[in-house]
Structure formats: structure tokens, C-alpha cells
């Protein structure tokens, strides 16, 4: 029960404001996440776009930033975007990575620190964070499938979590304590949940809302709202369903 385990739920919504539609993807067998690249329009940064990453001009260096999507519904659409960003040699200072992943917007921003062993840090709009499943199973798939290294544990402030491939699904294994601690709110049905404008929705704090769609088949509505980490409204929530099926002591859909 101490174990969660995150992998591709169907999602919808729609990718933030700032970006245009994707110029390329990149599929891998029908894939289950996509490699993409994104135009990025900010007035003071430039951006070089090619195949299947982007090059943000920072501070007159040019980063490498892999923008990949995890918990995209069956045809590839939806899902959470996060920028990878390797910094092996880590010359990236910890100041300079939290502008990064500010100005990019996404809600996590991942760097690699180290391939060998894999050790990776988040950072959401404003802060360093610990952990961040759906940005773990995009950072895994890139490191096996784009680096072509092995993926089996990646460590990070949150504890060693475990990878692994199943077809087409990328799998994680996390203890519960190295997730976020989320707030769950229980409203009345999936109407009440869909009804949540973004304006009401502003005035939430790191919480997860859901509603019975089905009690019996475990089956739930929910929408996650994180405005005090920069991101209004996320499209999927791995840490935070799965606190709730413990807190629920069932399996959740």
C-alpha cells in the first residue's frame, strides 16, 4: 500500500496559453508519450526550433531543452508537457534553473545531474520540488528510448524510484512519503467538479477536487489545481490519485 505506481491515464484539456500547435512529432509505435517541439513565444528570449527539442538562448548560452508530453490519451493528444534538460556537468546554477523553469511554464522542469548514477531534480514555476511522477515517466522514456541508457532506477530528492517499460507503457514505482503532500476535496458529483471555473479555481492550494462518477466500479472524476506552484490547473495527477486510493483503502480509476 506504500507504493504507487503511475502510468497513462486519458486526460483531457489543452497545453499552456504561451505555446503554439506542435511543428513536429515524433512517434514511437503509436507512442504513449511524444517527443515534441514547440514555439515558444516570449520577447525576451530566443528560441532555435528543430526536430525534436528546442534550444532556449539563456544568458548567451544556448541549453537543449527535450519537451516531452506523459499522460496523453490513446491518440497521443493531451497530456502534461515537461521540458528535460541535461546538465551532467552541472553548469547550470540552481538560481539559473529555477528562471529556466519559470519563464518555460511547464509544471515541472526537469534536469539530469547525472546519467551514471541517473540523478534528476524538479523545479515547478517557483520552486525546487522532490518529486513529479508524470515528469519521471517522461525523463525515463527519453533517457531509454533517446539516450538509449538504461532507466531502471532514477534518483531524486523524493527517493529511488523504480522504471520500467510494459509494450508501449512507461511505468514508475514511488513511495508514497517522497510525493507531495496534496489536499483532497470531496464534491457531490462530476457536474460540481466540471463546474469549477478558472477563476474559482485560482483561489485553491495545491488540491486535487474529485467526485464519486461511479462508488461502486471505484470509478472517480477529479481535476487538480496548483495555483500557489504556478500552474493553474494540471492535466493529470499520478502522486495525488494515488494518496487518494489510500486514503480511500480501494483501487481508484
Request: charged fraction near 20%.
Amino acid at each position: 500500500p506504500e507504493l504507487a505506481r503511475f502510468f497513462n491515464p486519458c486526460c483531457h484539456g489543452k497545453l499552456h496559453y504561451f505555446y503554439s500547435e506542435a511543428l513536429y512529432r515524433l512517434s514511437y509505435r503509436g507512442s504513449v508519450i511524444q517527443l515534441l517541439t514547440q514555439q515558444l513565444y516570449h520577447p525576451t528570449l530566443g528560441i532555435r526550433v528543430s526536430k525534436s527539442f528546442a534550444i532556449l538562448v539563456w544568458m548567451s548560452d544556448k541549453i537543449k531543452i527535450n519537451i516531452l508530453r506523459a499522460f496523453v490519451d490513446e491518440r497521443g493528444d493531451y497530456g502534461n508537457p515537461t521540458g528535460i534538460v541535461l546538465d551532467t556537468a552541472q553548469q547550470i546554477r540552481q538560481s539559473a534553473r529555477q528562471k529556466i523553469a519559470t519563464t518555460l511554464h511547464f509544471t515541472d522542469t526537469v534536469f539530469i545531474n547525472s546519467l551514471d548514477p541517473i540523478n534528476v531534480s524538479f523545479f515547478n514555476p517557483e520552486q525546487e520540488t522532490k518529486f513529479a511522477g508524470d515528469s519521471l515517466i517522461s525523463t525515463a522514456y527519453l533517457i531509454k528510448h533517446v539516450l538509449e541508457k538504461n532507466a531502471d532506477l532514477i534518483i531524486c530528492r523524493g527517493g529511488h524510484i523504480k522504471t520500467w517499460s510494459e509494450g508501449e507503457l512507461t511505468w514508475i514505482e514511488a513511495s508514497l512519503e517522497g510525493t507531495p503532500g496534496w489536499q483532497h476535496q470531496q464534491l457531490a458529483s462530476p457536474e460540481a467538479i466540471d463546474s469549477i471555473t478558472p477563476e474559482q479555481s485560482s483561489h485553491y492550494e495545491h488540491t486535487m477536487v474529485w467526485a464519486w462518477a461511479n462508488e461502486a466500479k471505484g470509478l472517480i472524476r477529479s481535476r487538480t489545481f496548483l495555483p500557489d506552484w504556478g500552474t493553474l490547473e494540471d492535466q493529470g495527477n499520478g502522486s495525488g490519485s494515488m494518496q487518494l486510493a489510500k486514503i480511500l483503502g480501494r483501487k481508484i480509476e
